[in-house]
């Protein structure tokens, strides 16, 4: 399995977790925008949208830079595809485990329409 940094991998699940930085993060894989564009959505504050941006920011999903007063962010991917290897791990796990329940099941249902051999 990939070994990434714990820190970072809990920033980003804890940035995913809240539904308006996820929608955040849909608007800024689009393009880049200001905190105000990003806050318009929510009918949020500058202020609150700025907290949630600031958690992108600390998870390393989101860069901003300031121009005066504008405050411009943008996606980073990066720690996202860290989060996607993490989770591949169990997909992969998943995969294996209902692939056996599968075989299960179809060698319960070929049991059940010939029981004991019979027709043979």
């Not at 820190?7 to 996820?22: M, Q």
């Not at 949020?44 to 411009?72: I, Q, Y």
Request: with cysteine.
């Amino acid at each position: 399995m990939v070994e990434q940094e714990p820190a970072i991998l809990d920033a980003v699940f804890h940035a995913l977790s809240d539904p308006t930085r996820r929608a955040m993060l849909r608007t800024l894989s689009e393009g880049e925008c200001s905190i105000g564009e990003l806050a318009a959505p929510f009918s949020m504050s500058f202020a609150g949208a700025s907290k949630h941006v600031k958690v992108l920011e600390a998870a390393g999903l989101v860069r901003r830079e300031v121009a005066g007063r504008t405050h411009r962010c943008r996606l980073d991917a990066a720690a996202l595809a860290e989060a996607e290897a993490w989770l591949r791990h169990y997909e992969r796990f998943w995969t294996g485990r209902l692939d056996m329940l599968e075989a299960l099941l179809r060698a319960e249902d070929t049991e059940t329409r010939n029981p004991k051999g019979e027709g043979q």
